[in-house]
């Protein structure tokens, strides 16, 4: 049960930083460093963006949930 919790924060980890590094730049910081101008070329539809925050939204749950079951699971 651990393990397979474990495979789940690691792979709903590296999903969410991937999530979170295609949402597009919506100001000069970090995001315009890391091609923020060529994702804004990419992604213009607001139909695109609303379902990149959802996804985002539902794997920040699933990690959040992992983190909690695997602190309940592994509390001594």
């Known amino acids: 049960m651990t393990i397979g919790i474990s495979i789940a ?5 590296l999903l969410l930083v991937l ?3 295609l949402h597009k730049g919506k100001g000069g910081g970090l995001s315009d460093m890391f091609g923020g ?3 804004s070329s990419l992604g213009g539809s607001s139909v695109v963006e609303r379902n ?3 996804l985002t939204i539902i794997t920040g ?3 959040f949930v992992c983190i909690i ?3 309940l699971l592994l509390k001594p």
């Open 9 to 13: 924060l690691i792979l709903s980890s």
């Open 19 to 21: 999530l979170v590094l």
């Open 37 to 39: 101008g060529f994702s």
């Open 52 to 54: 990149l925050d959802r």
């Open 61 to 63: 749950v699933i990690w």
């Open 69 to 71: 079951a695997l602190g």
